[in-house]
């Protein structure tokens, strides 16, 4: 049952939803259901999808055999966000980018013209400018969403250093302005999770390790423990330990932790995670059409293995609760689970599903 919290101050929701790409196209697909539901009964607030709209390889040309399953997801994504009034933004992830394949910018642009031929302008893919961003758009006077195009930092071939240095130097900058407790940052690839992407593997992954990929075989002993510690501490380039992820993670991490109160949401990771860190927190709502392990880990406030996503309650003063959308196991309906405060959270014992 979800908790019911007394708010003091009028709120606004912030809808956190990603990795939408394999969502079911005949109308019936739970977690858009659910979602579009809960935009009905709150009208005017703000919908962030984090990334990765369309699996396998984003949107292909005209001519491919896979354009029309391609425009057949988005359609369903679109069909419950075109006629809401409020704001709806589309950020990029590693599979619209055609995973990271040297024309995958080809792809990312057919889908975000695709998204902007349907929606009109009701909605923005962001950030808007080519490159890592960062771009700022103000929901209402005091509360900012930062946009980072973070597959920028993954993908071969489009990144020099002077455009690096002055990525973080305009960041730095941009927070230096803002209140870091109403500013929410919003990018694709988290840079704390405590699952696969982040090198934590279930007992049973180090024997069937293609289950990881919804492969199944029979036993692969030392393979298994191999392949996973390539993962961890090499890394696969959608990997935390791959080098080109790993020097963006480490440096986005430092300079967030000058800035005291900040809020990263991201997707990426099948599942739902809140952690709180150095005085950061972290949001991964990458269960939009898939589900995979997480377990608890430090600083974890949360964590669900379910399809689902997040709605942030925010005012001027920041973000005051965070509610939990989960798929029940025994009718497959995604329904509001929890209904989490914000700020006493943080001075709780970690806690986990």
């Known amino acids: 049952m979800a908790e019911s919290l007394p708010m003091t101050k009028p709120t606004y929701p912030i809808w956190l939803l990603g990795d939408t790409g394999a969502v079911q ?3 019936q697909d739970p977690v858009l259901k659910a979602l579009e539901q809960d935009l009905y009964e709150h009208p005017n607030g703000c919908v962030v999808l984090l990334g990765d709209l369309i699996y396998p390889k984003g949107m292909p ?4 055999p896979g354009r029309a399953a391609a425009e057949a997801v988005i359609k ?3 069909s419950v966000l075109k006629n809401y009034p409020g704001k709806i933004y589309f950020i990029s992830g590693n599979h619209d980018w055609k995973k990271g394949s040297s024309s995958g910018w080809k792809n990312l642009r057919r889908l975000e013209t695709f998204i902007g031929d349907e929606m009109g302008q009701t909605s923005q893919c962001m950030p808007q400018k080519p490159g890592p961003g960062p771009e700022c758009k103000e929901l209402f006077p005091g509360f900012n969403l930062v946009f980072l195009n973070t597959q920028w930092w993954m993908q071969p071939g489009v990144r020099n250093p002077f455009r690096v240095e002055s ?4 960041l730095k900058e941009m927070l230096t302005r803002l209140n870091p407790k109403t500013t929410l940052i919003c990018g694709h690839h988290p840079v704390r ?3 696969l992407h982040g090198g934590k593997f279930r007992k049973k992954h180090h024997l069937f390790p293609l289950s990881l990929y919804g492969i199944g075989t029979p036993p692969l002993p030392g393979v298994g423990s191999l392949l996973l510690m390539y993962r ?3 890394g696969a380039k959608e990997d935390m330990a791959s080098p080109r992820y790993s020097r963006f993670r480490e440096r986005l991490l430092d300079l967030m932790e000058e800035f ?3 809020t990263y949401a991201s997707g990426h990771e099948h599942n739902l995670q809140w952690i709180h860190r150095e005085l950061i927190n972290h949001l991964i709502s990458g269960a939009g059409s898939k589900c995979y392990y997480v377990r608890k880990g430090k600083g974890t406030l949360f964590a669900g293995q379910r399809k689902g996503f ?3 309650e925010i005012n001027e003063l920041g973000i005051q609760s965070l509610h939990i959308f989960e798929q029940e196991q025994r009718d497959g309906v995604v329904k509001l689970t929890h209904s989490l405060n914000w700020d006493s959270l943080h001075q709780a014992e970690p806690i986990t599903q």
């Open 25 to 27: 196209v005949d109308g």
């Open 193 to 195: 999770s405590h699952s």
């Open 310 to 312: 997040f709605r942030l």
């Open 61 to 64: 040309e005209k001519e491919d």
């Open 167 to 170: 990525f973080f130097q305009e």
């Open 260 to 262: 005291p109160g900040l």
């Open 76 to 78: 369903a994504q679109l």
């Open 232 to 234: 961890k501490y090499v």
